[in-house]
């Protein structure tokens, strides 16, 4: 089955049941084993990394999941100056990131002419950087803006290719076909483009996992970001459950097999809920962290969930931290802008 999902790219409803439904720890292995190879006849033993800016927590929107949604009046709000982003690239720069990756909730406060200020100056003054946005749901024409202002990269998880799904995990403002309709755009316009959604989140099953891997084949995205849903205490989905390590990691394998190209992070909340989660993520096919270059006065209140790693430590050590975990699994993190390989 695993070599007929490689050789095919593509997997039936039925081999992502049983691949997911089993406990023969054998095929698990083998599993993660045929896309850590498969990532590494393609990228080496190199993982890129990406220095994340979390530059505002305000958000218009209310997500049930989300810990710095609009409805959570709990949450302690910031916003980061043009200076204070600009300063942690440049300690980025210096550390050896070649992409950062601005992101935030969707905050009106950060007109179209700011974003693009902002995009701009990180490139004037970093040519050689790329510069990902992650700022939500946005109509052509400002994600035209950011683009032409310079913006190479876009990260927007689909959250889940399944209408009835989206409608649980959303309140009715929002809706899966704009967000689709986003990814599409933003493919149109040339950006590397990344869709995702969470692992366990409330209410996924097999069924909607395969509508997601049958997004990415029709998407094509040069990345995808998938990691456990952790509940957060101030938000509905307080009391569910999270989703699993054994979980993210099969996803994430069977994603490097029917899309072998693609930019895939070990994330986060995979950090989050396993001590080693992000080696074992390397290990399952990822290729790509996202340590934090925030500054670590703001790192608190960018809380998206429960029991958030990396809070306390400062850019430089999040980098030498990251740098020796991918080194303790035989793997080297490079200062390179990471690009898709075609
Ligand atoms: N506002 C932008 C957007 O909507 O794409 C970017 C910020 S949003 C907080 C980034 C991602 O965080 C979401 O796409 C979602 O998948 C993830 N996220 C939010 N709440 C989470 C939770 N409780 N557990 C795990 N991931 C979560
Ligand atoms: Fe907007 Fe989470 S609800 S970033």
Redesign the pocket.
């Known amino acids: 089955m695993l070599e007929s999902i490689q050789n095919t790219q593509s997997i039936s409803r039925e081999e992502l049941d049983a691949i997911l439904q089993t406990q023969d720890s054998f095929l698990i292995q083998e599993l993660h084993k045929k896309a850590q190879q498969t990532a590494t006849q393609i990228y080496g033993n190199k993982i890129y990394i990406r220095g994340l800016i979390e530059f505002t927590n305000y958000?218009k929107?209310n997500?049930y999941?989300?810990?710095?949604r609009n409805g959570n009046t709990k949450a302690d709000r910031y916003r980061l100056t043009t200076e204070q982003i600009l300063s942690c690239c440049k300690t980025g720069w210096n550390l050896g990131f070649r992409t950062f990756v601005l992101?935030?909730?969707?905050d009106p406060y950060y007109t179209d002419v700011k974003i693009c200020q902002i995009v701009q100056e990180i490139k004037s003054k970093y040519p050689d950087c790329a510069v990902t946005l992650?700022?939500?749901?946005k109509s052509e024409e400002s994600y035209q803006a950011y683009f032409n202002a310079g913006a190479d990269r876009y990260?927007?998880?689909h959250?889940t290719a399944d209408e009835e799904h989206y409608r649980k995990l959303h309140p009715q403002q929002m809706s899966l076909n704009n967000r689709k309709n986003c990814l599409k755009v933003l493919k149109k316009i040339g950006y590397q483009t990344g869709c995702?959604?969470?692992v366990g989140?409330p209410g996924q099953t097999v069924d909607t996992l395969y509508q997601d891997l049958l997004f990415i084949k029709e998407l094509k995205p040069e990345m995808v970001?998938i990691?456990?849903?952790?509940?957060?205490k101030d938000?509905p989905?307080a009391d569910q459950p999270?989703?699993t390590l054994d979980l993210t990691l099969r996803l994430l394998s069977i994603i490097r097999l029917i899309h072998p190209h693609v930019l895939l992070p070990a994330t986060t909340?995979l950090g989050t809920i396993d001590p080693k989660g992000r080696e074992k993520g390397i290990l399952a096919g990822g290729n790509v962290v996202m340590p934090n270059l925030s500054p670590v006065n703001v790192r608190d209140k960018y809380k998206?969930?429960d029991n958030k790693i990396c809070t306390g430590d400062e850019a430089a050590e999040c980098k030498a931290c990251m740098a020796a975990r991918m080194k303790s699994i035989g793997y080297e993190v490079v200062t390179d802008r990471g690009d898709y390989k075609v």
Do not use: D, K, V, W
């Open positions: 958000c929107n997500c999941y989300c810990g710095i992101q935030g909730g969707e992650s700022i939500g749901e990260l927007l998880r959250e995702g959604f969470m989140s970001g990691g456990p849903f952790i509940p957060h938000t989905f999270a989703g909340a998206l969930y």
